[in-house]
Structures are given as structure tokens and as C-alpha cells.
Antibody, heavy 118, light 108 residues
Framework: EVQLVESGGGLVKPGGSLRLSCEAS????????MNWLRQAPGRGLEWVSS????????YYGDSVKGRFTISRDNSKNSLYLQMDSLRAEDTAVYYC???????????WGLGTLVIVSS | DIQMTQSPSSLSASVGDRVTITCQAS??????LNWYQQKPGKAPKLLIY???NLETGVPSRFSGGGSGTDFSFTISSLQPEDIATYYC??????????FGQGTKLELK
């Protein structure tokens, strides 16, 4: 069974940093492109970042470019999102999702909540 | 960037009703469109990919259609468990991957 479990969310002050993790199981993690997406409270879905299976191709949304860094460790079946210079508008539930095809997200984690507030 | 306009933003329907949601792209996107269902407090779930392909395990009352700029998502006979918010999502050769604003489906 495919499982994605995010962790690392919490309350952080504006300008602060946080590192999210996503532990994958039940599939060959090293062969899939992985993504981070987010959903602000009461709002819609926003794609955040993508990393190819061997970390060759990395992309970011304009709203996080230069502040967030996506990475992965295939030996640990884990995906990461380093979030720096956090802003109030980064407050959201952050999901990791597997890219099952070109391009759809076929498995999602339960999400981890990030709150940026003073 | 391509813009996706999803409508309606909310919809009230009765059990057994046929429900249709539309998604319009600002330019031709061929069939590069997916549909997701999100129940309150849960992660989104993929229902339809490439405009009209039903994801494995998804009930056949769900369907998708369209190509180019105009797309539709239909529930042929609404069930109580279908109450959720539905999103369309466009993809291209490269990111960003754009979601529609969502349609909140409620029971009448």
C-alpha cells in the first residue's frame, strides 16, 4: 500500500525557517517524481515544487522561488522541503504527492500544517 | 501562464441528480487536465486524468470530457458520499501546475 507521511509542520514567526519531511513507503520511491503542494485555510490547492526521481530537474512556483528548497534522499525514501524567510501567506497545509503520470498526482499524504504568525 | 476558470464555485444538488462542473482554459491545452475530489479535512483524491480517463478504483458514475479549452466533469447520479470540493488541474511540459478555484458540492 502506498503511503506518504508528512511531518515537520508547526508555528513559526515571520522570517523564520522550517523543514518539512515526507516519508514514503509501499512503492519504488526512487523512480518517481515527487511534489509539494499546499492549501491555505479555506482556500484552493497550489502547486509548490517538484523534484525528479534523481533530483536532476527541480522546479518551484513563483510564490516560493528563492525561499524554499526541495530535496530528496532516495536511500531513506524521503522528500524534504526547506522553507526559509517564511511569510504569513505561507500559512497552509502542506502535502507531498507522488506524480503518477504526466502530470497527475495519484497519491497524497495527509498533510502537515504550517502556521506563520508572530 | 495559462489560467483555469472553474464553474460554478458552489453547487447544491439532490441525491440521484446529474451534476456537471466545467473548467475553461485561457488557451488550448489539448487534453492536459485532471480532476480531483477533496472531502473536508482530507487530502485530495485523483478521479480523472488526461481529461477523460477514470483513475483505477473510482466509481463509473464519475466521468470527464472535453479538449482544447473547454472541459467538463460529471457525476451521473449523485451519492451522499460525493459531497466534497472538486478541482480541475492543468499540466504542461513544465510547471507550474495550475488548479481551478474549486467547486463546493453540497446536498440540497
Amino acid at each position: 500500500e502506498v503511503q506518504l507521511v508528512e511531518s515537520g509542520g508547526g508555528l513559526v514567526k515571520p522570517g523564520g525557517s522550517l523543514r518539512l519531511s515526507c516519508e514514503a513507503s509501499g512503492f519504488s520511491f526512487s523512480t518517481y517524481t515527487m511534489n509539494w503542494l499546499r492549501q491555505a485555510p479555506g482556500r484552493g490547492l497550489e502547486w509548490v515544487s517538484s523534484i525528479s526521481s534523481r533530483s536532476t530537474f527541480i522546479y518551484y512556483g513563483d510564490s516560493v522561488k528563492g525561499r524554499f528548497t526541495i530535496s530528496r534522499d532516495n536511500s531513506k525514501n524521503s522528500l524534504y522541503l526547506q522553507m526559509d524567510s517564511l511569510r504569513a501567506e505561507d500559512t497552509a497545509v502542506y502535502y507531498c504527492a507522488r506524480e503518477g503520470g504526466f502530470v497527475h498526482f495519484d497519491y497524497w499524504g495527509l498533510g502537515t500544517l504550517v502556521i506563520v504568525s508572530s | 501562464d495559462i489560467q483555469m476558470t472553474q464553474s460554478p464555485s458552489s453547487l447544491s444538488a439532490s441525491v440521484g441528480d446529474r451534476v456537471t462542473i466545467t473548467c475553461q482554459a485561457s488557451q488550448d491545452i489539448s487534453n492536459s487536465l485532471n480532476w480531483y475530489q477533496q472531502k473536508p479535512g482530507k487530502a485530495p483524491k485523483l478521479l480523472i486524468y488526461d481529461a477523460s480517463n477514470l483513475e483505477t478504483g473510482v466509481p463509473s458514475r464519475f466521468s470527464g470530457g472535453g479538449s482544447g479549452t473547454d472541459f467538463s466533469f460529471t457525476i451521473s447520479s449523485l451519492q451522499p458520499e460525493d459531497i466534497a470540493t472538486y478541482y480541475c488541474q492543468h499540466y504542461d511540459n513544465l510547471p507550474p501546475y495550475i488548479f481551478g478555484q474549486g467547486t463546493k458540492l453540497e446536498l440540497k
